[in-house]
């Protein structure tokens, strides 16, 4: 007889709130990520645990809903009477920071140069200015650059990183390595050549073709820029070996026990094709993934105990209790948007079946519904975290 093996069930939503030391919300842009994360947040400062909630470019609306006037680069309290003041109990403490990308790059700089003279050097060159803040896949890599900073810190229990939005996986996890490459690429080498112990631009020792492609470079730019260029290379290259060192440290953190990936999306085909691309490459990196979040999410609308489906009549006693000014079509208005309700309620449902069975069960999903208007005071904030927490609908 074959033993049936013991599968362990995969755990909560509240019990990954609980035991994690990291959650990373992840997700496309839209689908109530931030709003996530810092419902999670709440939720485990009023289960005990001291949180730190950090985010990417938060709405403005969420700012206020947390008490704050508006978020900053540095952390910042949630008053405890706030929580009182919505009814919400608060045995821990959340604080939330605003990610600020030249800042954290600004940081590195400092720590990894080999002197003060050489980080203000490259602190003060122009084209450090636009990589620092401009350069593609940079917020990406600085985030978790800011989550290895914070990971570290005794004051927080739990750390809730809001991720940016991203139209493809690849960008965040692929950050640290691209980061690593971009700075041992064959490019990089030609202008560490170029640019000898003078401080000058020279194509001595470049192969031919490698130094009419500057020359051709220079003639279009000024030199000045060329300079400027290599310059900005010769000093990042100084700190190249910070960070190799650095991104493996961001790498190893992402797949370490204590840290876990919350998938959030909405029930819409193209999110959810997102998510699943995104959760079938976490799979292969072998980072954990901790649940799916589905927001809005349409339920079939809600009738009396054994109620069969509304009639004609039905609408029309309705409309007249009301005192609707709906004319006479009215009910027949009522009926098809009850039946369209329901259509829309069983689409949702068989998108987030199809989820389930593409993530082959293995990964909890938690369902949250559409929401009649934005969250915008901490109380509907408490609601949707009793609601992550009790696994949704």
């Excluded at 310059?231 to 370490?256: C, K, Y």
Aim: aromatic share 6%; hydrophobic share 45%.
């Amino acid at each position: 007889m074959t033993a049936v093996p013991n599968r362990t069930a995969p755990e909560t939503l509240e019990q990954l709130v609980m035991t994690r030391h990291v959650l990373v919300a992840v997700g496309a842009g839209g689908v109530g990520k931030t709003t996530t994360a810092a419902a999670l947040g709440v939720a485990a400062a009023a289960r005990g645990r001291r949180v730190l909630c950090l985010t990417i470019d938060p709405a403005r609306r969420l700012a206020e809903s947390l008490g704050l006037e508006r978020m900053s680069s540095d952390e910042q309290a949630v008053a405890p009477e706030l929580f009182a003041r919505a009814g919400l109990p608060m045995t821990g403490a959340l604080s939330a920071m605003m990610l600020d990308t030249k800042r954290t790059f600004d940081e590195l700089i400092l720590k990894y140069s080999s002197s003060p003279e050489r980080a203000r050097k490259l602190l003060d060159n122009k084209l450090y200015g636009y990589v620092s803040a401009s350069l593609a896949g940079t917020q990406e890599y600085m985030a978790m650059e800011k989550l290895v900073a914070v990971q570290r810190d005794p004051r927080f229990d739990l750390i809730i990183l809001d991720t940016p939005p991203t139209a493809n996986a690849l960008d965040f996890l692929d950050a640290p390595g691209r980061m690593v490459e971009a700075l041992d690429s064959a490019a990089i080498r030609w202008f560490l050549q170029a640019f000898q112990s003078t401080g000058k631009v020279s194509f001595n020792l470049l192969a031919r073709s490698a130094a009419l492609v500057l020359r051709g470079l220079g003639r279009i730019t000024g030199a000045g820029f060329l300079a400027a260029m290599a310059e900005f290379i010769t000093e990042m290259n100084d700190l190249f070996g910070g960070f190799r060192q650095r991104a493996q440290m961001v790498e190893s953190a992402l797949r370490s026990p204590d840290v876990s990936f919350v998938l959030v999306t909405s029930p819409e085909p193209m999110s959810l094709e997102e998510v699943v691309f995104f959760s079938e490459r976490l799979q292969a990196a072998s980072m954990p993934r901790g649940a799916f979040v589905v927001n809005r999410y349409r339920q079939v609308p809600s009738l009396p105990s054994g109620s069969s489906p509304p009639t004609e009549r039905d609408a029309s006693e309705a409309i007249a209790a009301r005192g609707l000014p709906l004319g006479a079509d009215g009910a027949a208005r009522v009926l098809q948007a009850y039946a369209d309700a329901v259509r829309l309620a069983a689409l949702d449902e068989h998108h987030v079946s199809n989820l389930r069975g593409r993530s082959g069960g293995e990964v909890p999903i938690v369902r949250v519904p559409e929401l009649a208007s934005d969250v915008h005071d901490l109380k509907n904030l408490g609601a949707i975290s009793d609601m992550l927490m009790r696994g949704g609908i």
